[in-house]
């Protein structure tokens, strides 16, 4: 019986593979282990994303090689995920230790590929030297890394969960269709697919079934869920975009001509005036979907893309059950200059308006984004206007990224990159202001009474468990700090707040 640990870096949309990855291994009778010394084969599950996503992948697989050469130099060393399917030959020439690589498309054939990487690792033998006894480096790695990524998992594909019990994500699509200018996912990921509805929902009740609290839907852009699926995008694979138009007419869709309406660019209206039932995928149609379902339970949407909004999704979530009312909607920038430049396919005017709307349309949204600073050509000017509107729109929340300049995009051979100095520079002023204005936000509301969902236990003194509101996602946004030790994870609490700090609230059941 083959023993396998695994190590998995990066984003949630990562983490389902390993859990894929997982799962097919033990329905092939295979053991996870969690320590890896004791492992037979281990799986470095890597990111490619920016270059610290790079360099903490690499660091993780020299580091994993180490550990081999003193606890088990015949362990078969494997590397998965992004960065082996893009820099698959690389890999192979400058980490010739690795046994076997192993590309997206291939997360279906983990069993076998670790399999072959064990017996490689055999053919290698060990061998020693002054250091002691070493792993010697085979002819070269085994690479299974398909040139094109097109897997998509299903309801019943094998999964084995690393997240806490009471919450899991649900990859609702894969791969991306924008022509993001800094972004070199669609290259490695592919063009955008989704899954249907049916087989979303399927996978939520199971999940509900196993105690699961909150659902968190993730994709490379959640938004143009079910787009792909229309008759019409097969044909047309232009996605909308907003700084040349509002509407258009697409009379291949129907039998009769379709406008789409100007602020609802998902919805349809027949020429004639009247809107028959859609019945064509969106993720309208999921969240109706999956609010049909029983239970006490979350929906959460991340990586939403503003160009797909439209005031059907509004209307959606505010009437929903389960919607947590919380967007994550990523904008990278608001200057017209700089989304130009970045190719986001929104305007300013696009984007202050559809916040006004989502404000409007589902009271008590908590808005989350992040943004890109030091993009090639940005001048103080642009930088300034982007704090200003941080300042005016005071979201919930913010990240903010500075901007790496990676192979392959289009943004690499842009003339006037920005030096690292000001990058940074640039960054430490945009977070001193969201800094300040969360701080003022989570003083606002202390005396409040929220719903939270509890989490784990605290290593504070003061306080006994932590839990998470309607305003905070899994690991990336704030806490809320309970002292009440009479509690237990992924149940609902009504909690008042009692005190606060720039990110987290602390809180007591509320009367």
Known sequence: MIKVGLISLGCAKNLVDAEIMLGMLLKEGMTVVNDPAAADALIVNTCSFIDP???????????????????????????????????????????????????????????????????????????????GVLPKAAAAPIKFVSSRATYIPDYDTPRFRLTPGHLA???????????????????????????????????????????????????????????DLWPAAKRDKRPFDHTRSR????????????????????????????RPPLQLPTLCSLIRGLDALDGDFWVRLLYT???????????????????????????????????????????????????????????????RTTFIVGFPGETEAHFEHLLEFIRETKFDRVGVFLYSQEEGSRAAKLPHQVPDAVKRERHARAMALQQQLSRERNAAMVGRRLRVLVERPSNRKKFAWIARGEADAPDIDGRVYLAERSLRAGEFLGVTVTGSSEYDLTAKPAA
């Open 53 to 131: 996503a790079k360099e903490e992948s690499v660091n993780a697989v020299l580091e994993a090689d180490e550990v081999r050469r003193h606890a088990r130099p015949d362990q078969a060393l494997i590397v998965s995920g992004c960065m082996a399917q893009r820099y698959p030959d690389e890999l192979r020439k400058e980490i010739p230790e690795i046994d076997a690589l192993m590309g997206l498309n291939e997360v279906p054939r983990v069993a076998e590929i670790v399999r072959k990487a064990v017996e490689h690792r055999k053919a290698a033998g060990p061998r020693k030297t002054k250091a």
């Open 169 to 227: 994500y649900v990859k609702i699509a894969e791969g991306c269709n924008h022509p993001c200018a800094f972004c070199v996912i669609p290259q490695m990921r592919g063009r955008h697919r989704s899954r249907t509805v049916e087989s979303v929902v399927a996978e939520a009740r199971h999940l509900l079934a196993e105690g699961v609290k909150e659902l968190n839907l993730i994709s490379q852009d959640t938004t143009y869920y079910g787009l």
């Open 247 to 274: 509407s258009f007419v697409q009379p291949s869709l129907l039998p009769v001509a379709v406008v789409y309406d100007r602020r609802n660019p998902i919805t349809r209206r027949t020429a004639g005036g009247h």
């Open 305 to 367: 893309h503003p160009a797909h909004w439209s005031d059907e999704l509004i209307e959606t979530i505010a009437a929903s059950r389960h919607v947590a009312r919380y967007v994550d909607m990523p904008l990278q920038h608001i200057h017209p200059a700089m989304l130009a430049a970045m190719q986001r396919e929104t305007s300013e005017g696009w984007i202050r308006d559809l916040i006004a709307r989502i404000r409007c349309g589902i009271p008590g949204i908590a808005l």
